[in-house]
């Protein structure tokens, strides 16, 4: 998947490098990553890397990409301490990346996406690291769940008032 994508990128790239429509240029050179997670935060600073020391060496420094990593609530990185949060939010803005916090994407197509508020954002790369959630499975156990539908567990990984049934993963 991750050889797609850079195929896809250089695609874009190459596209956007024979357009005189400034629009469409940079709709093509807009990476948006979706999801404020460990992995949204390095998707989005590894795509900001290989616009700005690949891609616009390769296609020249105008077609420069626009990465923009949205996250729906209104914080990077939830299990972290604040500071932490904070600190990477800086480093991501450091390395020009746009982040948007606190909107959902509402509509995805070919050429763009849509935020909750509605702001349309034009792009052709749409890189989904959100989401999160334990399998509905868990929904069947009847017990209490946690935070993202997660089933409560000791640390044996016997669920908690059953102990002859055992939740391993992300169900954990």
């Not at 290989?50 to 390769?58: F, G, I, P």
């Not at 990593?69 to 990185?77: I, N, P």
Request: with cysteine; charged share 20%; hydrophobic share 45%.
């Amino acid at each position: 998947d991750a050889g797609v994508l850079r195929n896809h990128l250089f695609k874009c790239f190459e596209n956007a490098a024979w357009l005189d429509d400034p629009a469409r240029r940079e709709a093509l050179t807009t990476i948006v990553v979706v999801g404020g997670g460990p992995t949204g935060l390095e998707t989005a600073g590894a795509m900001a890397e290989l616009s700005k020391y690949v891609l616009s060496k390769e296609y020249g420094s105008q077609l420069e990409g626009h990465v923009i990593l949205v996250e729906m609530s209104d914080h990077l990185l939830d299990p972290y301490p604040p500071a932490l949060r904070q600190a990477a939010r800086r480093q991501l803005e450091d390395m020009g990346i746009e982040v948007i916090l606190g909107y959902q994407v509402v509509e995805a197509g070919e050429d763009h996406i849509r935020l909750e508020n509605g702001r349309l954002i034009p792009t052709y790369t749409l890189v989904w690291v959100a989401g999160v959630r334990a399998a509905s499975i868990a929904d069947m156990l009847d017990v209490p769940l946690s935070k993202n539908n997660r089933v409560p567990v000791y640390p044996t990984l016997q669920v908690m008032g059953h102990e002859d049934i055992y939740v391993a993963g992300d169900m954990a």
